[in-house]
Nanobody, 121 residues
Framework: QVQLVESGGGLVQAGGSLRLSCAAS????????MGWYRQAPGSQRELVAT???????NYLDSVKDRFTISRDNAKNTVYLQMNSLKPEDTGVYYC???????????????WGQGTQVTVSS
């Protein structure tokens, strides 16, 4: 079982910045891709950004040039630097990791508990 723990959410004014972190822990696993998703009240969860183990990234169009995803493979941690935040960025941000568990010999997909990001106008 791979657990994800997120941190870094909070309340910020429009134009401000926040940095989210997500650390994965468990036994004998390899993470392939990690990413961030968000869900606003009354809306479906949407992909914000992903990054592969080799560093390839993908972003939601509305956050390109404002958000940057990065990862530290040695620490099994993914980050999301969010700049120029807008009220429409408000939501619960969830970390996701997909990979392979050597202990159970299965692929896995894990989610964090979510962290609230609120951007005031």
């Amino acid at each position: 079982q791979v657990q994800l723990v997120e941190s870094g959410g909070g309340l910020v004014q429009a134009g401000g910045s926040l940095r989210l972190s997500c650390a994965a822990s468990g036994r004998l696993f390899r993470i392939n891709a990690m990413g961030w998703y968000r869900q606003a009240p009354g809306s479906q969860r949407e992909l914000v950004a992903t990054i592969t183990s080799s560093g390839s990234t993908n972003y939601l169009d509305s956050v390109k040039d404002r958000f940057t995803i990065s990862r530290d493979n040695a620490k099994n941690t993914v980050y999301l630097q969010m700049n120029s935040l807008k009220p429409e960025d408000t939501g619960v941000y969830y970390c996701n990791a997909e990979g392979y568990s050597y202990s159970s010999r299965t692929l896995f997909g894990s989610w964090g508990q979510g962290t609230q990001v609120t951007v005031s106008s």
